[in-house]
C-alpha cells in the first residue's frame, strides 16, 4: 500500500492484491459531500434494516464491500484472477482534480475498472452511462452607490447577476438532458448599498461530448446586460459524459453470469450524477460503475444503504474478481 501525498486535500491510497502482468482497478473514494462534524449530528445508525450516516451510500458502503471482497477471496483462499489495484482518492466530491491524472495513467494499464459507486435506484442498476460533468464560477463587478442617497451613481451586481441567471438556466434543454443550474449566489454586503460584487457557482450536465463544447462556449461567452458592469466567467467541463459504450455493453453481459446465481438482477442505467469512472471510461477502457451499496437520497440528509443487499455485493465483486 502507498500514499500519495496531497497538500489541499486529504491524501490518496493506492494498494494492490494478488499477482500477475494483467491488472483490473477498483474505484473508490472516501470523501463526502458532508462537512466535518455531520457524523456528530447524525451518527451511524441501524434501523429496520437500514443503515444511515453522513456518505455511508456514497460510498463508504462501497470501499467497505470492495474490502470486504478482497477478504472474502482470501478467506476461500481464491487469488483474483488478474492483479487486482485499488485506488481510494479523497477529492471525489469536489472534482478529483488532484487524483484525475491518478486514475487515468492506472486505467490505461487496466483490462477493466470497476467503480464502487452505489448502484442507481432500489435494484442497484449498474451505471452504464453518466453525464458529462462542467463547473463554472461568475463573478459579476459593478459599483458601490448608498441606496438611498445617490441610487443613479451605483452599478448592481446583484441586479447584473439576476441577468446572467436567467440566460444560464435558459441555456436547460431537457430534450437533449442538458441542465445550467446555478446552484450558489452570493453578493453585496448590506441592505442599503447598491451591490458593487455578486459571484455564483454554475454545474452543468451533459449527455454528449459536442453538446458540452457547445453549451460551455455559451457560458464562457456571458457578457454583461448593465452599462459598466462586468461578468467574468471561469470553469470548464470537468468530467467528459461516459456514453454508453459496446465493451462496457460486452463487460455487463459477461458478469451477469456471477449476478444471476446470486439472484441478483442486474439491470443497467443511465444517471446524470458524477464519478470517476467517467475519467477512466474517456482512456477507453470498459468500465462498470455503481458496483457499490443498494440505498437511497445521495448527497441528502435521509441517505441510507439496505444492510441486507451488502454481502449479496461483496459476493458479486468477489465471483468477479475470481472469475468463478
Ligand atoms: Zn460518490
Known sequence: MRLVPQEEVGD???????????????????????????????????????????????????IAIALHALETLKAHNLAPQQRVRIIVNSDEEVGSTTSRQ???????????????EPGAGKEGALKTGRKGVGMFQVRVTGRA??????????????????????RLHSLTDLGRGTTVNVGVVQGGTVRNQVAAFAEAMVDLRVTKMQE????????????????GASVEVTGGLNRPPM??????????????????????????????????????????VPVLDGLGGVGEGPHADHEYVVVAELPRRVALLASILAGK
Open 212 to 227: 458540452a463544447e457547445r453549451v460551455e462556449k455559451e457560458i464562457l461567452s456571458s457578457t454583461p446586460v448593465l452599462a
Open 102 to 116: 491518478l486514475i487515468e495513467e492506472e486505467a490505461r494499464k487496466s483490462a477493466q475498472v470497476y467503480c464502487l
Open 145 to 166: 452607490a448608498h441606496a438611498g442617497n445617490e441610487p443613479e451613481k451605483g452599478i448592481s451586481a446583484v441586479e447584473e447577476m439576476a441577468h446572467q441567471i436567467l
Open 243 to 284: 456514453e454508453r459504450s459496446e465493451s462496457t455493453a460486452l463487460l455487463l453481459n459477461s458478469v451477469r453470469r456471477f449476478a444471476d446465481p446470486l439472484g441478483i438482477n442486474l439491470s443497467e442505467a443511465q444517471v446524470g450524477g458524477g464519478s470517476d469512472a467517467q475519467f477512466a471510461a474517456a482512456v477507453g
Open 12 to 62: 490518496h491510497l493506492v494498494a494492490d492484491v494478488g499477482e500477475g502482468d494483467q491488472q483490473v482497478l477498483l474505484l473508490c473514494h472516501m470523501d463526502t459531500v458532508w462537512p466535518t462534524g455531520t457524523i456528530q449530528q447524525r451518527p451511524f445508525r441501524v434501523e429496520a434494516g437500514l443503515g444511515y450516516g453522513p456518505g455511508i451510500l456514497d460510498m463508504k458502503a462501497g
